[in-house]
């Protein structure tokens, strides 16, 4: 059981839009902790896409963007691509377990 | 560039060496991490170090059976695993953390070395 909650699975069309959420609390996004978010694919080591909640590391096309809100954050992809299709992760801080958590991961496919 | 070693099977209760070799940037400015991937699961992060190595943090998981440790004039991070466990066993990554103290975003990976407890 994940302390940052996704959905197992979202899919979406070739230039669609999708959403990914990362549900926490109190103790972590709640907390105004940072939010960031890596992209990995199978049998591949994950990459940065999202730092500080919304913050594109260079390289990264704009249709990934980040939010954060509450105790929640969300990945929104635009203009879906056949290449997306992978496994998204967040990530924050947790001061109730002093410990860096991830989210369980999110499968993306693109139908 | 982030380059692990020293993965293998090894049985329970024994004890691993992981070493991850830095290159391309200036290793004594950032803190470095350990994250652990098990076979079809999700991510999990194991261990912190600042930039000094005076600051060290770990999961709860594996506290107080492993050490994290780094070389600054060898460029090197290393990870201590005792008293392993089958639970232990999957993919270990290190990885950079943006800034000096460890309280950011993970932007440089290795490409990961496999951990197999079994007896």
């Known amino acids: 059981q994940s302390v940052l909650t996704q959905p197992p699975s979202v899919s979406g069309a070739p230039g669609q839009r999708v959403t990914i959420s990362c549900t926490g609390s109190s103790s972590n996004i709640g907390s105004n902790y940072d939010v960031h978010w890596y992209q990995q694919f199978p049998g591949t080591a994950p990459k940065l896409l999202i730092y500080g909640n919304s913050n594109r590391p260079s390289g990264v096309p704009d249709r990934f963007s980040g939010s954060r809100s509450g105790t929640s954050a969300s990945l929104v992809i635009t203009g879906l691509q056949a290449e997306d299709e992978a496994d998204y992760y967040c990530q924050s801080y947790d001061s109730s377990l002093t410990a860096r958590v991830f989210g369980g991961g999110t499968k993306l496919t693109v139908l | 560039q982030l380059v692990e070693s020293g993965g293998g099977v090894v049985q329970p209760g024994r004890s691993l060496r992981l070493s991850c070799a830095a290159s391309?940037?200036?290793?004594?400015?950032?803190?470095m991490h350990w994250v652990r991937q098990a076979p079809g699961k999700g991510l999990e992060w194991v261990t912190l170090i600042s930039y000094d190595g005076r600051n060290e943090y770990f999961a709860d998981s594996v506290k107080g059976r492993f050490t994290i440790s780094r070389d600054n004039s060898e460029n090197t991070l290393h990870l201590q695993m005792n008293s392993l466990r089958a639970e232990d066993t999957a993919v270990y990554y290190c990885a950079r953390d943006r800034t000096t103290l460890g309280f950011n975003a993970f932007d440089v990976w290795g490409q990961g070395t496999m951990v197999t407890v079994s007896s």
């Open positions: 391309g940037f200036t290793f004594s400015n950032y803190a």
